[in-house]
């Protein structure tokens, strides 16, 4: 019986430390470095790494732009859809998940003008 708790009490404790190793390999990427969220950051995501739980900074004038969640279509068409998902606080946060994500501002022209990008987490 002893040790049946001693190899319970071992797969716990490697339990927490893959989960714990696992929340701290998530980055933090702020979009478009020290120039921020702003016009012609569609290459900023070129030769970068994302992992599903990295989390990408959106930095504007709260106010000039906002960061709205689109899927491929509203991406490649600079168009968001009713519903989608906007942030507007001029410094967003926003977790990846695994997968292909897609970001654009929609104020007039402004995603047309290159402030949309995709990124791909792994």
Known sequence: MAGRS???A???ICLCLFHHLEITAAKEFTVGDSDGWDFNVGNWPDGKSFTAG???V???AKGAHNVVVVDA???NSCTAKS???TYT???DKITLTKGTSYFICSFTGHCDAGMKIKIVAN
Do not use: W
């Open 89 to 91: 606080s001029g410094n």
């Open 6 to 8: 001693k190899i319970a």
């Open 73 to 75: 279509d509203g991406y």
């Open 10 to 12: 071992l797969a716990l």
């Open 54 to 56: 990295d989390v990408l």
């Open 83 to 85: 519903g989608s998902k």
């Open 58 to 60: 959106f930095n504007y």
